[in-house]
C-alpha cells in the first residue's frame, strides 16, 4: 500500500528565516509524480510545488524548493525567507501506483513567528 | 489550470439527514475524487467517481452511506446520508488534470459539515 510519512507535526520558524518540511513515501514505481499543499485556515488545498521522479534537478517556486532524494524516498520541503502568511498545514502528498488517487501525509503544522 | 466551484462551503445538519455536495468544474476531466478531512486530520480519499460507471470506493467507506453521481465530466455530487455527529468533517472533490505538460490535481474549496 503506498504510504506517505510526515514526522514532523508542528513546526515554528522566525519571519524571514528558512525552515524544511520533511516527507518520506513509499512506491514501487520508477517514475511518479510528488506534491506538496498548503492548507491555510479557508480549508482550500493549494499547490505549492511538484517534483517528477524522473527529473533529476530539484524542483523551485519562488521562495519554495523541494530536496529531492528518489533512493531514499525523501521529499523535503524548504521554504526560505518565511511569511507570516506561510502559516498553514502542509501535506505531502503522491499518487499511488496506478498514477491516479493521491496519498497525503499526517500534514505538518507550520508557524510563524513575527 | 481547471476551476472547481464546490457547494455548499459550510452546513449544519440534524442528525439522521442526508446533505448533497456538488463540484462543477469548467473543463472536461475523466477523473474526480472525493476525500474527507477529519477535524486536525489529513485527507482521506472516500471514493473515485469517473463518468459513465459506479464510483469506486475506498476500504471503510460505502455507497449506501455515501453515494455518489458522475453524470457528465464536470459535474459530481457527493451525498452524505443518515448523517452523524462522526460525519461532521470537510469535504473535498479533486480533479486530475493534465496542463501544461504535466499532470496535477486540482481542488475544489470544500464543504465544512458540522452535524448537530
Known amino acids: 500500500a503506498q504510504t506517505v510519512t510526515q514526522s514532523q507535526p508542528e513546526m515554528s520558524v522566525q519571519e524571514a528565516e528558512t525552515v524544511t518540511l520533511s516527507c518520506t513515501y513509499d512506491?514501487?514505481?520508477?517514475?511518479?509524480?510528488l506534491f506538496w499543499y498548503k492548507q491555510p485556515p479557508s480549508r482550500q488545498m493549494i499547490l505549492v510545488i511538484r517534483?517528477?521522479?524522473?527529473?533529476?534537478q530539484n524542483a523551485t517556486e519562488n521562495r519554495f524548493s523541494v530536496n529531492f532524494q528518489k533512493a531514499a524516498k525523501s521529499f523535503s520541503l524548504k521554504i526560505s525567507d518565511s511569511q507570516l502568511g506561510d502559516a498553514a498545514m502542509y501535506f505531502c502528498?503522491?499518487?499511488?501506483?496506478?498514477?491516479?488517487?493521491?496519498?497525503f501525509g499526517g500534514g505538518t503544522r507550520l508557524m510563524v513567528k513575527p | 489550470s481547471a476551476v472547481i466551484s464546490q457547494k455548499p462551503s459550510r452546513d449544519i445538519c440534524q442528525r439522521g439527514t442526508s446533505l448533497t455536495i456538488q463540484c462543477q468544474v469548467d473543463?472536461?476531466?475523466?477523473?474526480m475524487f472525493w476525500y474527507r478531512q477529519q477535524p486536525g486530520q489529513s485527507l482521506t480519499l472516500i471514493a473515485t467517481?469517473?463518468?459513465?460507471?459506479?464510483?469506486?470506493?475506498e476500504s471503510g467507506f460505502v455507497i449506501d452511506k455515501f453515494p455518489i453521481s458522475r453524470p457528465n465530466l464536470t459535474f459530481s455530487t457527493l451525498t452524505v446520508s443518515n448523517m452523524s455527529p462522526e460525519d461532521s468533517s470537510i469535504y473535498l472533490c479533486s480533479v486530475l488534470i493534465y496542463e501544461g505538460g504535466t499532470w496535477g490535481y486540482t481542488f475544489g474549496s470544500g464543504t465544512r459539515l458540522t452535524v448537530v
Open positions: 512506491t514501487s514505481e520508477s517514475d511518479y509524480y
Open positions: 502528498a503522491s499518487p499511488n501506483n496506478a498514477g491516479n488517487m493521491l496519498t
Open positions: 517534483q517528477e521522479a524522473y527529473k533529476q
Open positions: 473543463s472536461q476531466v475523466t477523473m
Open positions: 467517481a469517473n463518468q459513465g460507471s459506479e464510483a469506486t470506493y
